[in-house]
């Protein structure tokens, strides 16, 4: 099993930045290491379906935005701290959503995993 705690959520002023925060743990990751599952953030605004907006993968660490986030938030990962981080600028109204960190594992079709943790309410508001 694997725990994803996200923190760091809350309300800012249009324009503004918030960095959130998951930190990873479980016994998941003995087997599956921490660098080898695709660390993804969601959102999901009242309302809507729940959107992706940011990859970092496996062990390439490379990174993939949607169009909506590219250019203003940076996904990150500390290996080491089992860690993972959004870092959100020029923030709109817009962004107002729950974000979730998920973690996804894909070994084969009979080794596939994926974990979310609770949510985090950012609120971009004047």
């Known amino acids: 099993q694997v725990q994803l705690v996200e923190s760091g959520g809350g309300l800012v002023q249009p324009g503004g930045s918030l960095n959130l925060s998951c930190a990873g743990s479980?016994?998941?990751?003995?087997?599956?290491?921490?660098?080898?599952?695709?660390m993804r953030w969601f959102r999901q605004a009242p309302g809507k379906q729940r959107e992706l907006i940011a990859v970092?993968?496996?062990?390439?660490?490379?990174?993939n935005y949607a169009n909506s986030v590219k250019g203003r938030f940076t996904i990150a990962r500390d290996i080491a701290k089992k860690t993972l981080s959004l870092h959100m600028n020029s923030l709109k109204p817009e962004d107002t959503a729950v974000y979730y960190c998920?973690?996804?594992?894909?070994?084969?079709?009979?080794?596939?995993?994926?974990?979310w943790g609770q949510g985090t309410q950012v609120t971009v508001s004047a």
């Open positions: 970092i993968s496996g062990p390439g660490g490379a990174t």
């Open positions: 998920n973690a996804y594992y894909f070994g084969g079709t009979a080794a596939e995993f994926e974990y």
């Open positions: 479980g016994s998941g990751f003995i087997f599956r290491p921490f660098e080898s599952y695709a």
